[in-house]
């Protein structure tokens, strides 16, 4: 018989699969004995099964039900029992925390009467029991009932004129009361269900829905949560801070999530319920304050802290409750953070001992150190500073100010850089704070929404910039001093320090990335956190990285940032510039002697590039690949010729041109004539190619050239490419490995013949990814790909990381085959996945040598690389 329902003593923290984050860490914070709410949780089983049925599994109920009963002889009321009512949350809670993406009902069990209980119970607090139950239906109305909230809101707006919500008596809250249900008849025909058991039976219904509310499957998206996870629904007895001012309600960090400091971070809120310091409704104080207005409660809050911190060995957030003096504890988890606190977290928590390097290697990503390597303001630069908010997620952002989440969408689709700028943000604002290069938000601190999504994504934000009075419906905002800003003009907001200032400010390298150029010590503290972890991983890794780089000063840079060779150095385009007249000659050759002597002149240029590029390498290895792409590439456009032609000035080379432009045409240039079938068809092409990789090696002194033929697909092609190679090279007295890329299908397919003939492959995903799907990238993306996410036929783009069922399969099938016929065989990869952590981690399992990614992506791929021989990636720092 299955089990769908847990109570908080039953679950623990490794059960977020069943229980949801949210429930596995309420289970665990209740078995460590600290105040929780007793309660129980749905599992994600029973979502699971609800979505896909559209039903309720069987014995739900009865299930619920059971618990539902020992919950109330534990509480000793009854759900809305209507003289001492018990009272219950509904909260979902999925195994990724998605903050404020699902819904959440409080208050469940109030009705007429058992307001009436209600207020009984709190000792005749008449206002405190009409607030919840105002709330009840607001809430209920707009999640459950699928009701407009602003309906509601601008009820309430309309009752307290300029007065604070905390300013409402108890008679105008029960008038607001009678507005509200009268909102829900109107709205849905119904009256608000009074049966406080068919309203718990709604709200769960209704949280398993909102799994797949818009915006929850859009930050699915946006952070590659799988969508069929499903969420679990917590049922927990309410705690109220809406008593007075002996009560609130509050979120807290146990460091700092921009820095990862230790120290007391969060929000406080009095006389208020949970949903309002996240909403922004009132101002909330610094949780330091809160050990004025109740030393008890903060004292007890602050130990319960440090026993999460070394319970989890990590940064935990919490939202919390003060009831009339006592604490409850509502909710924890291993907490979102910034790059750079995520980086200095890692090592300090080894400073102290709570875990190990290994471990600390786990716990930042490759994803993170790239935000780290984003551009910063240049401190030198003049600018005008108009307001200064909380540094909510680093990084420098320039743009157009736009002030709704649809004209975010709207410019940035156009591709404008545009800085979202809102009061404050709701979860409707997804879709524009991903548009958007930055946030800015005039209220709410760093637990705000804006600065949770923010952080999450790694996107840029100032939240509380209180100076700033946001126009909204105007599009404009105002700065001190009058100064206004109007959608359009460009401002420049930076998250790592709170300002924000008008017009645009130049942006310079990052302090990590000049750590890598080797320019700088490690100074500050966190580039020795990062100084330090790369280490670890680079001591750790089995894969080798090595850079894309076709130039010597790319090549330079791949050697600083830390690439052991290059993977893939392209040599497409030394043929362009002044040498594009060169290859029109080889093309319009018309004797052997005329194609020979166009050859002839090529070769020593393209001795002269390698050179520079053996000497940057200076004894690493160069994996070169010979020309690639068809030779129309480098011809002149059809149109723009044809014209030519059809003027008077047209020489006979254009016309030849032309001629010879029209008969290389091809349909589909990607199945073409390239790769290694120019080699076979052009006589003399890469024989150049090789002469001047064999003459420019036998010149420097260590060089260690890599021959890589493109686009074989059957080991013929490359027998006989090779055996040209092989006496080029011993007439030059040089060595040359000679291997191919693996990026037609049936090259993976017959691996082990073609491993006959070559002394490494390199994985060409692109190419690979393209014919295993039969798509036309460059086609593909921008038509269908949106629709194809949407569809769930991947989950995230098979051109940025490796599709494993598919492409990885072939690429399996050939490591395999390739290293049975050949068992030193040498394996690597240089498509665009080589830089991807996702991919990086295949790659480790499959057992490659090395990746080869562009010179900006090597520190990701060797954090990446060492994160996968470490371990598994750590699914709570997501
Ligand atoms: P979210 O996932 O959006 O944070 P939650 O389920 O955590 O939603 O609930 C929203 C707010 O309601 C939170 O501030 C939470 O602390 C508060 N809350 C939830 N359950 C209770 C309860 N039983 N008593 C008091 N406050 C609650
Ligand atoms: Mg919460
Ligand atoms: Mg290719």
Redesign the pocket.
Known sequence: MAKYVYDFTEGNRNLKDLLGG?GANLAEMTNLGLPV?HGFTITTDACRHYLAEGSVPEGLEREVDEHLRALESRMGRKLGQADDPLL??V???AKFSM??M?E?V?NIGLNDESVHGLAKQSGGNERFAWDSYRRLIQMFGKTVLGIDGDLFERALDDLKGRRQDTDLDAGELQQLVETYKGIVREQTGKDFPADPREQMRLAVMAVFDSWNAPRAILYRRQERIPADLGTAV?I??????NYGDDSG?GVAFTRDPGSGQQGIYGDYLQNA???D??AGIRNTIPLQDLEHLDKPSYDQLVGIMETLENHYRDLCDI?F?IERGKLWM??TRVGKRTAAAAFCIATQLVDQGLITMDEAVTRVTGDQLAQLMFPRFDGGAEKKKIAKGMNASPGAAVGKAVFSSGRAVELAEQGEDVILVRRETNPDDLAGMIAARGILTSRGGKTSHAAVVARGMGKTCVCGAEELEVLTAERRFVAPGGVEVREGDVISIDGTTGEVFLGEVPVVDSAVVEYFEGAQEPADDLVKAVDRLMRHADAARRLGVRANADTPEDAARARRFGAEGIGLCRTEHMFLGERRRLVEDLVLAATDEERQAALDALEPLQKTDFIGIFRAMDGAPVTIRLIDPPLHEFLPDIVELSVKVATEEATDKDRRLLAAVKRLHEQNPMLGLRGVRLGLVIPGLFAMQVRAIAQAAAEVPGARPEIMIPLVAAVQELESVREEAVKILADAGAEALIGTMIETPRAALTAGQIAEAAEFFSFGTNDLTQMAWGFSRDDVESAFFSRYLDLGIFGVSPFETVDREGVGRLMEIAVREGRAARPDLHLGICGEHGGDPDSVHFCHEVGLDYVSCSPFRIPVARLEAGRAALAETDSDTR
């Open positions: 949210k709410p219950v949350s909260r979902s809670g903050p404020g699902m959440t409080l917590n927990m007895a309410m705690v109220f801070g309600t319920q949970g949903e310091v996240v939202e409750t509502l909710q």
